[in-house]
């Protein structure tokens, strides 16, 4: 028996030696926009792609370009009827594959942000990362995002994150990982921390001082709230503080879905691509604008122990949740919308990864100081 082949005739066997080496090729790529390209250079290359093949080549790729996979299949199939630290599988479709690229990119933006945060005040030292290092890093963002998907939602609220069962529970998904990958984790938590601080919400006094550095000539002292539940009535000017904004539920009513809504939506996750997210320099730039209508005082988060509080509850927020506020929620009354419509339970909570840590490094036997430490000094974490 043989088959037609561009009009000239092939045996069974010189088909499935050109079909196997045509599989070889699409699996030796690192992108899945290569294999995309690839497949559309000839009809044999185009039919093999089209095969039932097509699936396990995509997520062979995936696996280069955004893995480890198994650690995204564990983000994925995360959900409150099993203990987050038992190791789950999946079947490969394209609902999975579609997934794991969305959640990839997310890592991949990372990337890019890591170093310059990394390295922020030792710049002379700033590099590009190794494909090790993009790997552990990417490695570190799923699992820290399993930690907050699995603990940090409504079932988990302030009163119970003390608890032993609660903590103990907690610690089940660290006790999967070792201390050098736990540090990996931490290290990146740690730029998570510094982008919510200093980007999302930032201080009163870094609003000030980024004010008067762009403004030099403006002598104006800029208005910020005295405390952070209260702020003195302004027309035409953002909402009401983060504590006085959860609490008048009423006010915006209208807002409770919007920010949720687009950031689950597809658009929201295409708007995660490395090429079509707004400056973050420019989204910042609109908290410091000085007009009739906006007045750069109210962009301020807090001094101090208000401000710090206000972070480890933003802290729960998930790498994409992060990633998308930094870049598409320039104001305040943006991000306070946002995180009204995750509920009451999100207010005056704060994350447990830290607390987690430390529970866990004591039952070793380890000291977590040293750890932090460690990770400062690249010891320890992504770079080490």
């Known amino acids: ?123 002379e030292n700033r590099r590009l990362l190794t494909d090790e290092e993009r790997f552990r890093l990417r490695r570190a963002i799923y699992r820290l995002w399993l930690y907050n998907r699995a603990f940090h939602t409504s079932q988990y609220d302030r009163f119970s994150r003390r608890l032993r069962p609660v903590v103990v529970e907690r ?33 009163n006094g870094s609003i000030q001082r980024k004010f008067h550095k762009r403004y030099p000539e403006n002598p104006n002292p800029l208005s910020f709230n005295i405390h952070l539940n209260y702020r003195p009535e302004r027309s035409n000017l953002s909402t009401g503080s983060y504590f006085g904004l959860l609490e008048n539920s009423s006010a915006i009513s209208n807002y409770d879905s919007l920010f949720h809504n687009h950031y689950h939506s597809s658009n929201a996750s295409s708007s995660l691509s490395p090429w079509s997210k707004p400056s973050s320099s420019s989204t910042f730039a609109a908290k410091l604008r000085t007009d009739l209508f906006h007045d750069p005082g109210q962009e301020g988060w807090g001094d101090e122990i208000p401000h710090y509080y206000v972070v480890q509850d933003m802290l729960k927020l998930d790498p994409g949740e992060v990633l998308w506020l930094r870049d598409h929620a320039p104001l305040k009354e943006d991000v306070e919308s946002y995180v009204h419509s995750l509920g ?13 840590l430390l529970w866990v490094m004591n039952e070793r036997g380890e000291d977590v100081e040293g750890l932090k430490i460690a990770v400062e000094d690249c010891e320890m974490g992504i770079v080490a």
Request: aromatic share 8%; proline share 3%; charged share 20%.
């Open 344 to 356: 009451d339970w999100f207010r005056n909570n704060g994350e447990t990864f830290v607390d987690t």
């Open 171 to 203: 610690s089940q998904l660290l006790h999967n990982w070792s201390t050098s990958e736990l540090a990996e984790i931490e290290d990146v938590r740690m730029v998570i921390q510094d982008v919510v601080q200093n980007h999302i919400c930032p201080s």
């Open 1 to 123: 028996m043989t088959c037609l082949k561009f009009g000239t005739l092939e045996s069974p066997k010189e088909g499935t030696f050109q079909r196997s080496s045509s599989l070889q090729i699409f699996r030796s790529n690192n992108s899945i926009s290569d294999v995309v390209n690839l497949a559309s250079t000839n009809r044999r290359l185009r039919q093999v792609f089209a095969s039932s093949s097509r699936v396990t080549i995509l997520m062979n790729v995936a696996d280069a370009e955004f893995g480890p996979i198994h650690d995204i299949i564990q983000l994925i199939t995360q959900n409150a009827s099993q203990p987050a630290h038992l190791i789950r599988s999946a079947s490969q479709s394209d609902a999975l594959l579609k997934q794991v690229v969305r959640i990839g990119r997310v890592a991949q933006k990372w990337e890019v942000i890591y170093p310059l945060k990394k390295w922020k005040s030792d710049y």
